[in-house]
């Protein structure tokens, strides 16, 4: 069984930084690759960042140039650097982890960016 825990959300000023934590049970080598994903209220759940088994990494244009995902395979843990955030970046952030054609999530982390 797969689990995914996030960490790293909460409150933060506008401008302000958060580093999200993906933390899997078992070795991330296992997957073909992972994100995070994000959801705000009444809205649909959108691809922030992923990053593949190959180090191949994707943003969405939103993030570009303000967000970083990143993985330690010691760890089997993926991250997320939030810099510039912005009131617009509030929702909640999901793990995501791709093996074959199964999807994995995780709890998700509440971000709040206050104006």
């Known amino acids: 069984q797969v689990q995914l825990v996030e960490s790293g959300g909460g409150l933060v000023q506008a401008g302000g930084s958060l580093r999200l934590s993906c933390a899997a049970s078992?070795?991330?080598?296992?997957?073909?690759?992972m994100g995070w994903y994000r959801q705000a209220p009444g809205k649909q759940r959108d691809l922030v960042a992923a990053?593949?088994?190959?180090?191949?990494?994707n943003y969405a244009d939103s993030v570009k140039g303000r967000f970083t995902i990143s993985r330690d395979n010691r760890r089997n843990t993926v991250y997320l650097q939030m810099n510039s955030l912005k009131p617009e970046d509030t929702a909640v952030y999901y793990c995501?982890?791709?093996?074959?054609?199964?999807?994995?999530w995780g709890q998700g982390t509440q971000v709040t960016v206050s104006s």
């Open positions: 995501n982890a791709k093996r074959s054609s199964h999807d994995y």
């Open positions: 078992g070795s991330i080598f296992s997957f073909n690759a």
């Open positions: 990053i593949t088994l190959g180090g191949s990494t």
